[in-house]
């Protein structure tokens, strides 16, 4: 994928991952994709949880509820949190549908 293309060593980068209320098959496929790349990474942290799969107030998968938005806002806040005591230079947030085309992304960002 994206993330394996960069032209940024896997071994300088910790990778966090979170998945939760996925109706799909977002947790095997990570796991499956984490058991061969893991190694490769300096550090990665895995969170994830099959239940509920939904939120109590949203209308449905793609209906971004309150108490959707807190739950991302608290699993950023988290990943803030672990990037400040791995004393990390930089932090970049993707989320699932987020695709990094250019392989020199992370250096773009990063020479800003």
Do not use: I
Not at 20 to 48: F, G, P
Not at 59 to 83: F, I, N
């Amino acid at each position: 994928g994206g993330l394996e293309r960069l032209r940024h060593p896997p071994d300088r980068m910790a990778l966090w991952l979170a998945a939760d209320h996925s109706v799909d098959n977002t947790s095997a496929v990570l796991s499956e994709w984490l058991s061969r790349v893991r190694s490769r990474y300096h550090r990665v942290s895995w969170r994830h949880q099959e239940l509920p799969r939904s939120f109590p107030d949203e209308e449905g998968p793609k209906h971004w509820s309150p108490s959707r938005y807190e739950h991302l806002m608290r699993l950023r806040q988290e990943a803030l949190e672990a990037a400040r005591a791995m004393w990390a230079d930089y932090l970049l947030f993707l989320d699932a549908d987020n695709v990094l085309l250019n392989p020199d992304t992370l250096a773009l960002l990063m020479a800003e």
